[in-house]
C-alpha cells in the first residue's frame, strides 16, 4: 500500500511539474521593423536573439600575394544589435572601409551622435587596395542608430540593399 501511495504521488507530482512548466509563458521575440526598415535590408536572427545584418563588400576586388579574396572571407561588414528593452538595443560592428570611404563614414556616425568608432585599425596586411576595419558600439534608440549606421554606409559603396543576407 505505501508503495503504491508512493508510486502514485510521484507520479501525480511529475505530471504537475510537467504541467506547470510547459504553461510558463515564452519570451516574446523583440520587434525589429523599425531597425530592419531603418537598415534598408533584412537581417538574420541569431538563436540567441540578436539581430545580424551583413554586408559582403562585393564591390571590391582585393588582392593579397596575387589571391583574390572573398567578400565572404575578409570583406564583411556586419552589424548586430541585441535589444535592451521595446525600444533601446545595444549596438556592435565592423564596418569593412576603403581608405578614401573613412573621413566621410567617420564623419557622418560622428554627427549622428548615435554612434561610437571603438577602433580603425587593418586586419588584413599587404592587400591591394587598401582596406580598413571600423569597429563601432553604441547603445540607445535602435531605429535611430540603424539610420545613423545605414545613413554612414551609403556614403560608401558597400553593396547596402541587397536581397539576400548571409549569416
Sequence with gaps: MQRSLFAFTSCALTILFSAAA????????PDWSAVIAA??????LQPDGVMKFSFPRSDLNVTLDGVR?????????????KKLNSRDAMVMGDLVLTEPEVPAVMSSLEQSGWVMET??????LGESPRVVYMHIHN???ARQIATAIHG????????????????
Design 22 to 29: 510547459s504553461a510558463q509563458p515564452t519570451a516574446a521575440q
Design 39 to 44: 537598415m534598408g535590408r533584412t537581417g538574420t
Design 69 to 81: 579574396l572573398k567578400p565572404s572571407f575578409a570583406l564583411g561588414t556586419w552589424i548586430a544589435f
Design 119 to 124: 577602433a580603425l585599425h587593418n586586419h588584413l
Design 139 to 141: 547603445d540607445g534608440d
Design 152 to 167: 554612414a554606409l551609403a556614403l560608401t559603396a558597400t553593396p547596402i540593399t541587397a536581397v539576400n543576407n548571409p549569416p
